[in-house]
């Protein structure tokens, strides 16, 4: 039995929950992933998987063994392609993690010039707003807004927000034009409210104007910890936003959106990638994080290491 070839096998039937999908990924016939995964099974002398007609399912042996596997994996191809033939041409699967408005907007639209340049690296793209476990969830890096509070992970600065805040038409004729950021906190008036994946809770906003210097909550009868359902909950009326230029733009042409206090001025949020200490940047990690560096050069250039939204 080939241990590379088994391990291989086994980490394609998890996570493809099939030994035919698994089979097809790898190019061999249903038969030989079989084969493999219980070689591998009786190497261990533990059952990995639950086998029915209907579905696989990984055993706890089998996840802890998968954890195991996926680092193992991943470490060779990092070594392979640290090699200065391979690091030329960078390949292998890289697993990443992004905000779902960024990837929806910016990052997805331009994967194809990522893939046509390095077509030879698998992009494993989770989108959400939740913390993530760089480590137990074998995630290479992300990409947050935000400062980050982990400290023990390393942070690139890549790129800086431009905040303004915003309503729906429908919703400034039920609630009224509000006067003044302070207005936000009467009864007349709504936010939709941002929860922050560290906290489960809404965080203020703090806005300038002059000498005057002010911390605005609101009020909400929504909140939602995703940034693509907070964007249409305020297309819909639920309240009033707090947006990057980059998300509200687009609907400022349409009037779906206007603008207030633009006589306010709102801090920056900051975008990093982030990523483990100790684990080593492989060739395809780093021409991601300076593809996705180069990107955001041109929607949201930093402007400094001035202040930016605190990341609860």
Sequence with gaps: MDRFDAMQAFVRVVESGSFTKAADTLHVSKTTVTQLVQQLEARLRVKLLHRTTRRVQVTADGAAYY???????ADLDDAETSLSSASAAPRGRLR??????????????????FHAQYPDIQLDMGVSDRMVDLIGDNVDCVVRGGEIQDQSLIARRVGDL???????PGYLERAGMPAHPKD???THHRVVGFLWSRSGRTFPYAMRRGAEDVQVQGRYVLAVDDGNAYQAAGLAG???????H???QPHLGTGEL????????????????AYPPNRHVSAKARVFIDWVAALLA??????GPGGGLPRP
């Design 67 to 73: 954890d195991r596997a996926v680092r193992l994996l």
């Design 298 to 303: 041109q929607h949201a250039p930093l402007v």
């Design 162 to 168: 431009q905040l303004g805040v915003y309503a729906a």
């Design 258 to 273: 206007v603008p207030l206090f633009q006589d306010w001025a709102l801090d920056t949020m900051p975008l990093y990638v």
């Design 96 to 113: 990443v993690d992004v905000p779902s408005p960024l990837a929806r907007l910016i990052l997805v639209p331009a994967l194809p010039q």
């Design 184 to 186: 936000l906190e009467d």
């Design 238 to 244: 639920m309240g009033i936003l707090w947006l990057p």
């Design 246 to 248: 980059y998300i509200a």
